[in-house]
Nanobody
Framework: QVQVVESGGGLVQAGESLRLSCIVS????????AGWFRQAPGKEREGVAA???????SYTGSVKDRFTISKVNAKNTLYLQMNNLKPEDTAVYYC???????????????????WGQGTQVTVSS
């Protein structure tokens, strides 16, 4: 059984940083793509960043140059380093894993098979 568990959310001020972590158990992380999505109050969930098994990455435009996605296969862990946070980054952040090694870079929800419960990130102005 695959489990996805996020951690690292919290309340920060604008301009500060946070690092989210996601542990994926029950599959061989080396062979799978993964990503981060977020959902702000009253809005649909959107893709934030993704990483394929070859470590290719993609980002939504609003977080480019501020967020960095990475993964450590030996630890089955996905990270999202978030710098220079803005109030509009406030959302519940979800980690997702894809059964396939490629195809997650388009940041489409339906491409991902396993989801965590989410972690709240709140950025005050």
């Amino acid at each position: 059984q695959v489990q996805v568990v996020e951690s690292g959310g919290g309340l920060v001020q604008a301009g500060e940083s946070l690092r989210l972590s996601c542990i994926v158990s029950g599959l061989t992380f080396d062979d799978y793509a993964a990503g981060w999505f977020r959902q702000a109050p009253g809005k649909e969930r959107e893709g934030v960043a993704a990483i394929d098994s070859d470590l290719s990455t993609s980002y939504t435009g609003s977080v480019k140059d501020r967020f960095t996605i990475s993964k450590v296969n030996a630890k089955n862990t996905l990270y999202l380093q978030m710098n220079n946070l803005k109030p509009e980054d406030t959302a519940v952040y979800y980690c997702a894993a894809d059964r396939h090694p490629y195809g997650g870079l388009a940041l489409v929800e339906s491409d991902f098979d396993y989801w965590g419960q989410g972690t709240q990130v709140t950025v005050s102005s």
